[in-house]
């Protein structure tokens, strides 16, 4: 268990639709990443946040937004859904950022 | 740009016997390189990382990886293998400017009994 804890564990939904997902980093951690893993695509960095603030940003969509909370837990929200949106998505934290990656065990989003 | 590369899909290895897992990296300055392992439906477990110092480095599990600047290679090794070993494994190579990870397409490991 790397202390990283991510909810829900499946989520299944229409296209159109918008869901939120939720990752509680390690305690101590103000770093956390938001990576998508897909068939196609392979395991791609979505955003990080540090302490609250946006620090990097990769291959995220437009439709697709993040937001890091005083309780420095995060949440990723994707909008509009299409049926490529489908994948696993993970959340990561470090203490600070150079160090170490842990992961969760990530969100299963099917999009039907 | 950094990049690291898995060149085989699956590698295949009776229990018992050494396995390797092969990674290749491209970067611009220092490589700060990373192996992490994925069960089935499970996320993602870090093994082990180089960031500088021996080139023979040990992790979880029984692990380690091999830093090889000349040729620019991080494999993975463990001297002998065990059914449980078998998983997806992933190379990446951290970004210096944004310290985001870079992962490779993975290399599925099957250990048979």
């Known amino acids: 268990d790397s202390g990283v804890t991510q909810t829900p564990k499946h989520l299944i939904t229409a296209t159109g639709q918008r869901v939120t997902l939720r990752c509680s980093p390690r305690s101590g951690d103000l770093s956390v990443y938001w990576y998508q893993q897909s068939l196609d695509q392979g395991l791609q960095f979505l955003i990080q946040y540090y302490n609250g603030e946006e620090r990097a940003k990769g291959n995220i969509l437009e439709r697709f937004s993040a937001q890091q909370f005083p309780d420095l837990h995060s949440e990723l929200n994707l909008s509009s859904l299409e049926l490529g949106d489908s994948a696993l998505y993970f959340c990561?934290?470090?203490?600070?950022?150079?160090?170490?990656?842990?992961f969760g065990p990530g969100t299963r989003l099917l999009v039907l | 740009a950094q990049s690291v590369a898995q060149p085989e899909d699956q590698v295949n290895v009776a229990e018992g016997n050494p396995l390797t897992v092969k990674c290749t990296y491209s970067?611009?300055?220092?490589?700060?390189l990373f192996w992490y392992v994925q069960y089935p439906n499970r996320g993602l477990q870090f093994l082990l990382k180089y960031i500088t110092g021996d080139n023979l480095v040990k992790g979880s599990y029984g692990f380690e990886a091999e830093f090889n600047k000349s040729q620019t290679s991080f494999h993975l090794k463990k001297p002998s293998a065990l059914v449980s070993d078998s998983a997806l494994y992933f190379c990446a190579v951290r970004d210096d400017s944004s310290y985001k990870l870079i992962f490779g397409s993975g290399t599925r490991l099957l250990v048979r009994p």
């Open positions: 990561a934290s470090s203490p600070e950022g150079r160090e170490t990656q842990y």
């Open positions: 970067v611009s300055g220092n490589p700060y």
